[in-house]
């Protein structure tokens, strides 16, 4: 078995050359990167998480659904069972944005416990980015919307970390959105 350390680089620098060209989505354009590896810091710092399967996937989270990467490549890389949680925190983009929603939703409640931890980081750093500061051309009514249906997708992650249930919970809170 490959030692742990150069598993997790291969990772980091997978979604690092995959992202290089893709900036988010506020005002100072911040490189893309920052947010699966914030992803992937939240697991371990904040969530206590060291299963290596679940902080890779959180590396490659979003790889599939906003670069050319394909599920194969994941598999050849990273294996079948790190390729697994990706497809499934992957939205489907030939789905119209509020299907896609939606199933966000509606398939929370059926993911695996990896797939949940990523999902429940993921959205603990996209809500502390929209707390930070609003995304170019977003309303304050799109930003509230964007919590209020955060909060019906972490509803359906309940019971996988309390830690970052509890963080999550903090921002509804402030925002007043029913947790
Ligand atoms: P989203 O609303 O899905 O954008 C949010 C996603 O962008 C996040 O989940 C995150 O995904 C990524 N992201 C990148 N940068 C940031 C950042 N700085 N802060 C937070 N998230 C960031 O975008 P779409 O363009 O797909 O919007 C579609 C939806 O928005 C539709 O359902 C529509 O109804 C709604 N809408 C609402 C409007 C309104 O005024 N109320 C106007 C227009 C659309 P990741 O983790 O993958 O990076
Ligand atoms: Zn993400």
Same mark, same amino acid.
């Given at each position: 078995m490959e030692p742990l350390m150069p598993?997790?680089?291969?990772? %980091?620098?997978?979604?690092? %050359?995959? $992202?290089?060209?893709? /900036? /988010?989505?506020?005002?100072?354009?911040t490189p893309y990167i920052n947010h699966p590896i914030g992803v992937a810091y939240i697991l371990t710092e904040e969530g206590d998480i060291t299963d290596p399967v679940v902080i890779k996937a959180a590396l490659l989270h979003d790889t599939i659904e906003d670069t050319d990467t394909s599920l194969e490549e994941i598999k050849k890389n990273f294996g079948e069972k790190v390729a697994a949680v990706v497809a499934e925190v992957t939205d489907d983009k030939s789905k119209p944005s509020a299907q896609r929603k939606q199933a966000q939703i509606d398939h929370a409640p059926y993911a695996? $416990?990896?797939?949940?931890l990523v999902k429940l980081a993921d959205k603990l750093y996209n809500l502390r980015d929209l707390k930070r500061t609003t995304p170019t051309d977003w309303s304050e009514e799109r930003v509230q919307q964007y919590f209020v249906w955060a909060s019906k997708v972490v509803h359906g992650l309940r019971g996988t970390n309390k830690m970052l249930e509890q963080k999550l919970d903090e921002l509804f809170q402030a925002r007043n959105v029913k947790v």
């Open positions: 598993q997790m680089m291969r990772a %980091v620098n997978f979604a690092a %050359v995959k $992202h290089k060209m893709q /900036r /988010r989505k506020d005002m100072e354009e695996s $416990h990896e797939a949940k």
